[in-house]
């Protein structure tokens, strides 16, 4: 005889109402539990630890006795339910709506949930990619070693008079150092007066009228300038504002760049320019072709986003729309910028949130499919990849895999499955080397 019955009503394609049922038989049998589990616990006058009569704890704790029983009969029951009904539900989506006893005993309560979205997959095998094959040209070497020779520029004085035209081009070496003053209205910013404060003048994120206002002007001169600050400064004292600045030129520098000779490559650590130009390739070709990966990736997952439109969990949604949120607080307040959504932005933010607890749906879904598991074989492959890149740091890296195992091993099987995605699709290699 069933003691146990379930009535689902489907609320949507990811929420749904259990209506449950327990028999009085099955329901005596976890008040019975409860009642043993109470009796070591509590203590009266007149009786040992765990020698309260039964009967008397029905009498004088019928609140508490209650209570014991309405979380004995929901611990026990709902795995069954959940098993028998073939229930995979979210965790702490689940909401107890009613809970009562009937005049027989019986106990019947309701509940809430979210549960996994069904996924039928479609076809992931054969699908069509483009491969960008991108090798390291004299362009990209020499666009890296000009890098390398801007980030060990020095600044030296100028042997300019005055600050020219040409010198506050996109594409200018002249720096200065100025100190200055800002009024708003005829009224002073004390919290903003720079001292020997060294400005790019090749930059274009200075207020509207600065670069300008300081041509002409000679070491030691005094000049007011109005300007206009940008909107998109994270000072709201200064925002879009007009202004004046009175501004004295300290000092007019040039950026002056080293040769590229063997005594730069020895500089850096290598043993002439050969050996530099060396590790430059491989480093730009390591890169290119994570690049390649990266883009071979982002391909299959708008293919299987394509592929698969289903609903998906609300919960899991607003979870990971507000991990993203948080993440992009984080990067404003590194910047000291004021975070702000505007309405397109929040739509681009859940959808984005949506498509990724999507996509993990459908890669689990291929794992099952494909019966891709995690082995200690993968597991220690990839250990083994970071301690080939941190040798001698052993213990670092344990101490790494083991604080972050549950983000590595998820890694290691989406690898996986790309794997076998691309060693079945239907790639067309494109050359992107640049000329």
């Known amino acids: 005889m069933k003691q146990i019955n379930t009535e689902i009503t489907k609320l949507s394609p990811c929420k749904l109402k259990l209506k449950i049922s327990v028999e009085n038989q099955l ?3 976890i008040r019975q539990k409860c009642l043993l589990d109470l009796q070591k616990e509590i203590q009266m006058p007149g009786f040992r630890k765990g020698s309260v009569p039964i009967e008397i704890i029905n009498k004088q704790f019928p609140d508490l006795v209650k209570e014991r029983l309405f979380k004995k009969i929901v611990q026990e029951i709902l795995p069954q339910v959940f ?5 995979n539900y979210i965790p702490d989506t689940l909401k107890i709506l009613s809970f009562n006893f009937t005049q027989n005993n019986d106990c019947v309560f309701e509940i809430e949930l979210e549960v996994e979205p069904e996924v039928k997959l479609k076809s992931y095998k054969g699908i069509k990619l483009v491969k960008e094959i991108k090798k390291v040209s004299q362009t990209d ?3 890296t070693i000009q890098q390398l020779k801007e980030h060990n520029a ?3 004085p100028s042997t300019k008079e005055k600050i ?5 081009t996109s594409t200018s070496n002249t720096f200065c150092i100025i100190n200055y ?8 910013l004390k919290n903003y007066e720079g001292k020997n404060v060294l400005i790019n003048l090749s930059t274009e994120t200075l207020p509207k009228g600065l670069k300008e206002g300081l041509v002409g002007m000679s070491r030691g001169e005094k000049k007011n300038i109005d300007v206009e600050f940008p909107v998109n400064i994270p000072n709201t004292d200064l925002m879009g504002k007009q202004a004046l600045m009175e ?5 007019i520098k040039e950026k002056q760049l080293p040769e590229f000779n063997t005594d730069f490559a020895k500089d850096l650590g290598y043993k002439d320019i050969d050996d530099l130009i060396s590790d430059i390739k491989q480093h730009l070709q390591s890169e290119f072709d994570k690049e390649t990966e990266q883009k071979l990736k982002n391909q299959i997952y708008e293919t299987l986003l394509k592929e ?3 609903v998906v969990p609300e919960s899991e949604v607003e979870q990971r729309y507000n991990e993203l949120v948080e993440s992009l607080k984080e990067e404003y307040s590194r910047y000291n910028q004021e975070f702000k959504l505007t309405e397109e932005q929040q739509k681009q933010l859940k959808k984005k949130s949506e498509d990724e607890v999507r996509l993990k749906y459908i890669l689990k879904k291929i794992l099952e499919t494909e019966n891709i598991q995690l082995t200690k074989e993968l597991v220690e492959k990839e250990r083994g990849k970071l301690l080939s890149m941190y040798p001698g740091r052993e213990k670092e890296v344990n101490e790494y895999f083991e604080k972050n195992f549950n983000i590595i091993a998820s890694n290691i099987l989406e690898n996986k499955i790309f794997e076998l995605i691309i060693s079945n699709a239907r790639i067309k290699e494109v050359d992107v080397t640049s000329k």
């Open 247 to 251: 501004v004295e030129l300290v000092e």
């Open 141 to 143: 070497i020499d666009k």
């Open 83 to 87: 098993n028998e009904n073939k229930i």
């Open 27 to 29: 329901v005596e049998q």
């Open 308 to 310: 698969h439109n289903f």
């Open 164 to 168: 020219e035209l040409q010198d506050i």
């Open 154 to 156: 020095k600044l030296v």
């Open 181 to 188: 003053k800002i009024f708003i209205d005829g009224k002073e």
